[in-house]
Nanobody
Framework: QVQLVESGGGLVQAGGSLRLSCAASGSISELTIMGWYRQAPGKQRETVALITYAGSTNYADSVKGRFTISRDNAKKTVYLQMNSLKPEDTAVYYC???????????WGQGTQVTISS
């Protein structure tokens, strides 16, 4: 069983920065993808950024060039550095870890990010 605990959300003005962290407990194998998702009010949850154990990344078009995902495998932690934040980035951000070849998928409790204009 894997548990994920997110931190780092908050309220910032447009143009500001935030860094989200997600620490995992339990066993995280090399065959996992960690990622950040977000859900704004009235909208579906969407993928923000993904990272493999080896460090390969993938970003939503809306955050490319502004957000950076990174992963510390020794600490079992994934980060999301968010720069040049916009009001449309306002959402609850969720951390996820899932197996590459298995159906196992675990979610954090979510952290609120609010960007004021």
């Amino acid at each position: 069983q894997v548990q994920l605990v997110e931190s780092g959300g908050g309220l910032v003005q447009a143009g500001g920065s935030l860094r989200l962290s997600c620490a995992a407990s339990g066993s995280i194998s090399e065959l996992t993808i960690m990622g950040w998702y977000r859900q704004a009010p009235g909208k579906q949850r969407e993928t923000v950024a993904l990272i493999t154990y080896a460090g390969s990344t993938n970003y939503a078009d809306s955050v490319k060039g502004r957000f950076t995902i990174s992963r510390d495998n020794a600490k079992k932690t994934v980060y999301l550095q968010m720069n040049s934040l916009k009001p449309e980035d306002t959402a609850v951000y969720y951390c996820n870890v899932r197996g590459v070849y298995s159906s196992a998928s675990y979610w954090g409790q979510g952290t609120q990010v609010t960007i004021s204009s």
